[in-house]
Nanobody, 116 residues
Framework: QVQLVESGGGLVQRGGSLRLSCTAS????????MGWYRQAPGRQRELIAF???????NYADSGKDRFTISRDNAKNAVSLQIISLRPEDTAVYYC??????????WGQGTQVTVSS
């Protein structure tokens, strides 16, 4: 069992930056990879990036250039730094953890709203 808690969202102006954080607890040794997704109203939840326990990172097209994912294994946490925020970045951002058995765990999400 894995529990995930996100934080760091909020209201920012266009061009601003945010750093989102997610902390995992529970059966953390079972986690193979962690990632960040986002979902805007009326849209599918989309992958931004994920990172394995060994540090291998994959960015989706939506996550390139302005997004940086990092993981602190000692703290059981994953972060997402976003720069040059745009109104179209407005969404609920979710962290995800995938176990070595292929099970997915989700946080409750943190709202990011970008004003123009």
């Amino acid at each position: 069992q894995v529990q995930l808690v996100e934080s760091g969202g909020g209201l920012v102006q266009r061009g601003g930056s945010l750093r989102l954080s997610c902390t995992a607890s529970g059966s953390i040794f079972s986690i193979n990879e962690m990632g960040w997704y986002r979902q805007a109203p009326g849209r599918q939840r989309e992958l931004i990036a994920f990172i394995t326990s060994g540090g291998l990172i994959n960015y989706a097209d939506s996550g390139k250039d302005r997004f940086t994912i990092s993981r602190d294994n000692a703290k059981n946490a994953v972060s997402l730094q976003i720069i040059s925020l745009r109104p179209e970045d407005t969404a609920v951002y979710y962290c995800n953890a995938r176990s070595n058995r292929g099970w997915d765990y989700w946080g409750q999400g943190t709202q990011v709203t970008v004003s123009s």
